[in-house]
């Protein structure tokens, strides 16, 4: 019984995420050129936006096959595929942006692009090398009997998803938003668009990588907290419930208050280390002290919502 459901849910929601990035991927190719000449005033950026289309169903699949073995308290191949994905994205980095940038600037960005394509790809490879090796159940095997099967499954599935996927959808918007509005207000404020391009750079090149550095923590608490909560939930062990949030809390307030003192203290140092220019220190001091509302939400939220996951377990 226990497999059937399963069987159940990885088919229901290979089909939802693999039309859904699908038509999202459709759109991002029609839309690129309207994006990149008309909101980011900056016809360079279509062949970058163009070249990271494919990564949505790349994702949407990895995210399935991530949510299967987490589900299953099996941490190790979602672990080894971000190292994975990671090793691979900074190599092809450093190759395929030296290969293009003779090629001007917007290649460069497409090789970048690419690079990150090509990790997400040997990621979600890894993946399925795992879900075969230890799978016990058949995908392939009678996939549209049990798709008509599944509408009790699929209710289930959006109780949880879509008030996890609204928070996650009003981050994906601002996220999508936020270069849009920088290079229209510096296009309001006579900035030219190369200028603009320049000081955007920077903030996401080289501030914004810095700040999310030390999230590398919180997303391992997040990751972590999500099994383990939901089954305490499951077994209505509030003790333990509490215990993990206030030690994930407690975690993610000591990194944070670190990362943000090193940075504020050692801005111009670490910038001139690492990118050999101090250009970005004024944000980088303007921005540390916030880092705050980056690390805790993290953890905080993935409690809220593994809890959310165990209550729907335990009724069942």
Partial sequence: ?????????????LIITGCSSLIFTTLMLIGAPYIANNLLTDKRTLMPLVAISPIVPIVAISSVLRGYFQGKQNMKPQSYSQIIEQIVRITCVALLVKLFMPLGVEYAAAGAMISVIIGEFMSLLYMVYQFKRRKTIKVRYRFFTYLKSSKNVLKELFSIALPSTGSRLIGSVSNFLEPIFVSQSLAIAGISTVMATKQYGELTGYVLPLLFLPTFITHSLSISLVPSISEAEAKANHTLIMYRIHQ???????????????????????????????????LLLLMAPFLYFTLYPISFTSSITSIGFGQTRYVE
């Fill in 248 to 282: 994930s809390i407690r975690i993610s307030f000591a990194s944070g208050a670190i990362a943000t003192i090193v940075l504020v203290l050692f801005a111009k140092t670490i910038l001139l280390y690492m990118y050999g220019t101090d250009h970005a220190s004024t």
């Fill in 1 to 13: 019984m226990i497999r059937l459901k399963l069987k159940k849910i990885l088919i229901v929601s």
